[in-house]
């Protein structure tokens, strides 16, 4: 079966980097568009990235652009999202998906989450 897990989440001062990694299995990876997704709490969850399969082109959400870098090893199923610069606003868990047909719309295969928490 499918499995995206993520790790590398953690406790950050405001304006450091985190590097978050999503390890997939169980999927052709390279046939797969790879996004990222955060949930602050009492938030809905939101798009922050996304990398495509076809080209890797790459998308991101307007507050993380400049800061944050997705991409991918396909030799190694994983993506990664670099994250610099970090603010308190970027507390959340975040969250990887795949899905085989649209980077922006709805993702079949999602992980179980990492706390990503930064301190001002």
């Known amino acids: 079966q499918v499995k995206l897990v993520e790790s590398g989440g953690g406790l950050v001062q405001a304006g450091g980097s985190l590097r978050l990694s999503c390890a997939a299995s169980?999927?052709?990876?390279?046939?797969?568009?790879m996004g990222w997704f955060r949930q602050a709490p009492g938030k809905e969850r939101e798009f922050v990235s996304a990398?495509?399969?076809?080209?890797?082109?790459?998308y991101y959400r307007d507050s993380v652009k400049g800061r944050f870098t997705i991409s991918r090893h396909n030799a190694k199923n994983t993506v990664y999202l670099q994250m610099n610069g970090l603010k308190p606003e970027d507390t959340a868990v975040y969250y990887c998906?795949?899905?085989?047909?649209?980077?922006?719309?709805?993702?079949?295969?999602w992980g179980q989450g990492t706390q990503v928490t930064v301190s001002s």
């Open positions: 998906a795949a899905d085989a047909r649209n980077w922006d719309g709805k993702y079949d295969y």
């Open positions: 169980g999927l052709t990876f390279s046939r797969y568009h």
């Open positions: 990398i495509k399969w076809s080209d890797s082109s790459t």
